[in-house]
């Protein structure tokens, strides 16, 4: 048959290995094992203030005001502590306005963020680029435009972005934008320093601005290769907000590439809320040779297969991950690796890309990673480190 018909239906074939893979129920080892941690305590104050708000908003549902401060507080939580049902109350707050054509614009800017979230991000451009059109002096909506756009891989439009908030930002915001930016675009030691030394300027700064620049600046030092450095700007992040998601993960998997897995096991023995973060204790696990590895590897699937039958793609990079190091599956990985880096291109996509394609000897998915890496210009010591195999 064509060869072009052989490769689909060996990507076919893949596909449904893992996905009958996933989809067998997760039958719990004993009636002591925790499945599943609510996002709420029942004592929790927040709980608390939020189900109140709720109770209000239900009497009164065309309430904006009321309803924006639900979804602020809903997709605040779900950013800090990387759980998905978080965007989902936060969006059913808005329900009212979520699906006009032209909502106002609180409306606008919080569907543009859960859109992003969800790794919908050309409606998520769409919404912001209709906040901009109302007001091109958004702030908000121009820095998360540029994020947007830098995770699609489009550097071009996110530098314009970054230029045109420098006018409305303050300095250490459009500078990070800037120097976020490149830092993966061929000045990845010289965005480290000057960032650092700006930051170290700026000693009155927020904590929240701080804890960001802080984790851009470990990612950043982590890429060049300066460990003490990187090190020192994750602790001093995670000191101001140790339960921030995103900065978790970043410090476990520079852990986990250190060899230190008892400092992850540490770091997350509490915080296995989301997938990725529970992805990251059971890799670290792997590495110890744990005897709790299978019930996290069974845990794990279980909660993969529960996505795709929402088919949600928020953790496409962490199911790849979850299959080529803990399934075994290097085929069915590559097949992930590939569908999540059509949706977002940051490095550690590409990282995933490259690990996947040396594990099946895909030679052209190699070579345009390798094109795509010398095009952009990015460093990474570790991505560099695992071409230099092939």
Request: proline content about 5%; charged content about 25%.
């Amino acid at each position: 048959m064509p060869r072009i018909f052989c490769t689909f239906l060996a990507f076919t074939a893949s596909w449904c290995l893992v996905t009958a893979a996933m989809a067998v129920p997760y039958l719990p080892q004993s009636d002591a094992q925790v499945l599943e941690r609510l996002p709420f305590a029942p004592t929790d104050p927040s709980a608390r203030e939020l189900r109140a708000l709720r109770e209000e908003l239900a009497r009164q549902p065309q309430r904006l005001d009321l309803a924006v401060e639900i979804a602020r507080r809903y997709t605040e939580l779900g950013r800090v502590r990387g759980d998905p049902r978080f965007a989902g109350y936060a969006q059913a707050a808005l329900a009212n306005w979520w699906e006009q054509s032209e909502p106002p614009s609180e409306v606008l800017l919080l569907r543009a963020t859960l859109r992003q979230r969800n790794h919908d991000f050309d409606a998520a451009l769409l919404d912001l680029a209709a906040l901009i059109r109302r007001n091109p002096r958004d702030g908000q909506a121009r820095l998360t435009r540029a994020t947007v756009l830098q995770v699609q891989g489009n550097y071009a439009a996110a530098a314009a972005e970054c230029t045109a908030l420098r006018r409305l930002a303050p300095e250490l915001v459009w500078a990070a934008c800037n120097y976020g930016l490149a830092s993966v675009n061929g000045r990845l030691r010289e965005s480290h320093d000057a960032l650092h030394a700006l930051l170290a300027r700026q000693p009155q700064v927020s904590p929240e601005i701080r804890a960001w620049v802080l984790s851009m600046l470990a990612e950043m030092a982590a890429r060049a290769g300066l460990d003490d450095a990187a090190e020192a700007h994750f602790r001093e992040a995670l000191a101001i907000d140790g339960s921030d998601h995103y900065l978790l993960n970043a410090y476990a998997d520079w852990l986990l590439d250190h060899g230190r897995p008892a400092q992850v096991v540490k770091l997350l023995t509490s915080r296995q809320g989301s997938d990725a973060l529970l992805l990251r204790y059971t890799l670290a696990l792997k590495a110890m040779n744990s005897p709790e590895l299978a019930a996290h590897v069974e845990q794990l699937r279980a909660r993969f297969a529960a996505s795709q039958l929402r088919g949600d793609r928020v953790h496409q990079r962490e199911q790849a991950r979850f299959t080529l190091e803990l399934l075994g599956d290097p085929q069915a990985a590559l097949t992930l690796a590939r569908e999540n880096w059509t949706v977002q291109k940051e490095l550690p996509d590409l990282r995933l890309l490259v690990e996947t394609s040396l594990a099946t000897r895909d030679l052209a998915t190699l070579a345009s990673a390798r094109q795509w890496l010398a095009q952009a210009r990015s460093e990474d010591v570790v991505i560099n480190r695992l071409l230099r195999q092939d």
